[in-house]
């Protein structure tokens, strides 16, 4: 992504129409989608090919069915000009639950979900594998309950589950599916085409949470190996597999790590937490964890902790962390083009909120400082040199946070 782009949106609502102005910073003009537009996803597709794709959904609760509209739009100059390629979707109402799945590094592969009446027996995706010029679709045996999870390593094959919990496979990008386990709660690929998931014993995924298994195939479901009981969910990040396991005694969990793919285990020398609490992988690498562990209580905070190169022993680096909920909000950011840069958001005492920044991976923070000749906004409390939001001006109508990308929660 070049480094001038830097995207702003805009919502101007009415109560059935709306419109969404798209521009970069040092262009006045951008791009305004003139169209019924409950909300708006953008997505880059491959890195600096300068092709995004802008799809625009509005749809209303009727009181015997739900009327949408989608609008797909796409730029192959970074966002100067957009043409609408809704006709390439066949003007298909798309999920925007689901999102648009782009495909890794420059594959050029787009997936995107459709709405289907109640009386159909599977869904339907829209497929392209040329950077969004043409889209196949396909009617899939399963009605999907997440995204496609692409293979890091071969986008081709995709994962999916369905709503009654099977593990869906396809090899070819979408076009022939296959369930290869039933009973599966949560399923994520690992490195070389491994693929790691949760799947309940006697009752429901909500029921035997806690007391679900760790599963692993490396073959796409030809073969399954058990490695790991008493679970309560799981991770990845880096080389690191992890776990949040049940302990014997109480209902507290503790996570528990692995470097060979779960064949062995390590307890993780963090605090142990309760069944209203969480931990969430904030960032990862092969030499180091940044995890985020949920204080007691509906605080809203936690304290972020730092790895050694094993993912075993801990050290305390930011206490106050923001952090809403349970899979909820947070802005924990890795600055990628500045080796151990992060910046996130802390909960002050008077519960307004501050940025933080690190230039050490976590070692030593410090208050990230308004530019010189710039103005905090008027809702801050500190107009100097530190812009202190408080906390009511940042959960607005919509009552969420500007968010990085979601952390894994375990």
């Known amino acids: 992504m070049p480094p001038y782009i830097d995207w702003v949106s805009k919502h101007v609502f009415d109560d059935l129409s709306g ?3 798209l521009s970069w910073v040092g262009d006045s003009t951008g791009h305004v989608f003139d169209d019924l537009s409950g909300s708006v996803s953008l997505s880059w597709v491959g890195d600096s090919t300068g092709i995004i794709l802008v ?3 509005f749809h209303v609760p009727l009181v015997i069915m739900t009327f949408g509209q989608s609008k797909l739009y796409r730029s192959e100059d970074y966002g100067k000009n957009f043409k609408d390629i809704t006709n390439l979707i066949n003007n298909t109402f798309i999920r925007t639950e689901f999102g648009m799945a782009i495909g890794p590094e420059n594959s050029g592969k787009v997936i995107l979900t459709a709405e289907v009446s109640g009386g159909s027996p599977g869904g339907r995706i829209f497929r392209s594998s040329d950077f969004a010029k043409n889209f196949v679709q396909t009617n899939l045996p399963f009605h999907p309950l997440t995204q496609m999870m692409y293979s890091p390593q071969n986008s ?7 709503t009654e919990n099977g593990l869906w496979v396809s090899k070819n990008f979408g076009g022939k599916w296959e369930e290869i386990h039933k009973a599966v709660c949560l399923a994520k690929w690992g490195s070389e085409n491994t693929i790691f998931f949760t799947t309940h014993v006697n009752g429901s995924c909500k029921a035997d949470l806690g007391a679900l298994e760790l599963w692993r195939t490396s073959d796409l479901g030809k073969s399954f190996k058990t490695i790991g009981v008493k679970i309560y969910s799981f ?3 880096g080389r690191f597999l992890f776990a949040s396991v049940m302990a014997d005694k109480d209902t507290t969990r503790r996570i528990h790590v692995s470097t060979d793919q ?3 285990w390590s307890m993780a020398q963090l605090p142990s937490v309760g069944q209203e609490q969480f931990y969430s992988i904030l960032a990862a690498s092969d030499d180091m964890v940044f995890m985020h562990v949920d204080e007691p209580g509906d605080t809203g905070f936690g304290t972020i902790f730092t790895s050694d190169d094993r993912g075993i022993v801990y050290s305390k680096s930011l206490d106050r962390h923001l952090y809403t909920t349970t899979g909820g909000e947070t802005d924990f950011t890795n600055v990628t083009s500045l080796r151990g840069v992060y910046i996130t958001s802390v909960l002050s005492e008077d519960n307004s909120i501050q940025t933080m920044i690190t230039f050490d991976q976590g070692g030593r923070w410090k208050h990230l400082r308004k530019p ?14 530190v812009c202190l939001t408080p906390l009511s001006h940042v959960f607005g109508a919509e009552q969420a946070l500007c968010s990085a990308p979601v952390a894994p929660v375990l």
């Open 19 to 21: 419109s969404v102005s």
């Open 55 to 57: 799809l625009t959904t």
């Open 156 to 162: 081709n094959y995709l994962l999916a589950l369905s």
């Open 235 to 237: 991770g990845l990040g």
């Open 262 to 264: 779960g064949d062995t």
């Open 372 to 385: 010189e000749d710039s103005e905090c906004d008027a809702t801050a409390k500190n107009k100097n040199e």
